[in-house]
């Protein structure tokens, strides 16, 4: 049993090193568009903000240095407890393109976020909406190469994922293994490439749509109940045969999700479950499998009979994490000297994930979220 173990391993290895490999050697990355605008139309930049005085002058100082020409941006104040709104109200006076917009009570069956994205939806004037989070951070380009693949490939749907800035050790841990999930189990082509609702995914820190895209897919209020409202429209989009397209957002946007331990086990114990849309057999296959290939070689290595096999999935387990991490700027030292550590922290969320969801809520930004 152990022997058949080890080589599973090595076998799972073997994917996410080929997958890891194809993404990183010519995955879509936003940083790179596919070549120059074919057109200028307006864009609406939407962000729900709730609670974000700490990082709401520097989201718009960066939304506001945009190199294209035609945006307005939209900031809706979701029943902020602290200066949030005050301080987008100074940035209004000197960029006539901001607009604050106060949140409205949130009706029965929305989560928070679903509802504050689909008010900023109704008041958006642009031919294309991006929605992006308040702690992002973002390059000059970052709308313009996000028109320029969505025009290249006729995209109704782009999302990136950003580069995760991490200071804390907690942070360090886990966060890097989400993109490691990300970057070594699915190609990012395929999310173009193939109709089928299994490619489908999104990250709603960045995540841009023609208007009439949106429309067809019914908006948030077709997902208005949802946690993992991102994954949700990307799957909506797939069956709706609309191209959509999931890129690297490393060198064009950036985000430090959570400041502490606290903030790491709390915001991924909401969203884990969900990616398997809260469904038991897959969530827990994708757990073992992450158990098998990246934590089960550092046991195996102790017992002499597994040595030989043990030590190559350990070589491969390494050199998956250190082309990762240097290819969207992890922190290398940590993300693959303490690599199974980071992997176990991870399992241990989705674990506590899936508790949450039998209790029936999970709680965020002060807010209960049925699940």
């Given amino acids: 049993m152990m022997i058949m173990l080890t080589y599973i391993s090595i076998a799972l290895l073997s994917m996410g090193l080929l997958t890891a490999l194809f993404n990183i050697l010519s995955g879509p990355r936003l940083a790179k568009p596919p070549g ?43 029943h902020s407890s602290d200066a949030t709104a005050e301080k987008v109200l100074g940035k209004m006076a000197g960029d006539s393109r901001i607009r604050l917009l106060q949140g409205q ?44 693949w ?17 200071k804390s050790l907690s942070e360090s841990l886990v966060i890097p293994v989400v993109d490691l999930f990300v970057y070594a189990t699915l190609p990012l082509w395929l999310t173009f490439r193939l109709k089928s609702p299994l490619f489908a995914a999104a990250n709603g820190q960045w995540i841009a749509f023609t208007r009439q895209a949106y429309r067809t897919i019914g908006g948030h209020t077709s997902v208005k109940g949802e946690v993992v409202e991102d994954v949700a429209l990307s799957r909506r989009i797939k069956q709706h045969r609309i191209p959509m397209l999931l890129t690297a957002g490393t060198g064009a ?31 827990l296959a994708i757990l073992a499998g992450h158990f098998i290939a990246y934590i089960w070689p550092f046991i195996a290595i102790f017992f002499p009979e597994l040595r030989e096999p043990a ?25 693959v000297g303490l690599h199974p550590l980071g992997v176990a922290l991870l399992l241990a969320i989705g674990i506590n994930s899936i508790r949450l969801v039998k209790k029936g809520f999970v709680r965020w930004k002060g807010r209960e979220i049925p699940v």
């Fill in 253 to 283: 946007i950036s985000c430090r999700m959570y400041h502490n331990a606290g903030e790491v086990w709390g915001g991924f114990s909401k969203n884990l479950y969900g990616i398997a849309g809260y469904r038991l057999a897959p969530f």
């Fill in 311 to 335: 030590a190559l999935a350990i070589a491969m387990n390494l050199f998956l994490r250190l082309s990762v991490a240097l290819r969207y700027r992890h922190p290398v030292g940590i993300a």
């Fill in 36 to 78: 120059p605008l074919l057109a200028q139309p307006r864009v609406s930049l939407l962000v729900p903000a709730r609670n974000e005085e700490n990082n709401i002058d520097d989201l718009l100082e960066g939304l506001s240095g945009q190199n294209y020409p035609n945006l307005e941006i939209l900031v809706l104040d979701d």
């Fill in 150 to 166: 969505m025009q290249r490939y006729g995209l109704g749907m782009l999302s990136a994922f950003p580069r995760q800035i991490t």
């Fill in 105 to 148: 009570p949130m009706p029965q069956g929305w989560t928070g976020k679903n509802w504050a994205c689909r008010q900023l939806a109704d008041q958006a004037t642009g031919e294309y909406l991006i929605f992006t989070d308040a702690d992002n951070r973002h390059a000059p380009q970052a709308v313009s190469h996000t028109l320029a």
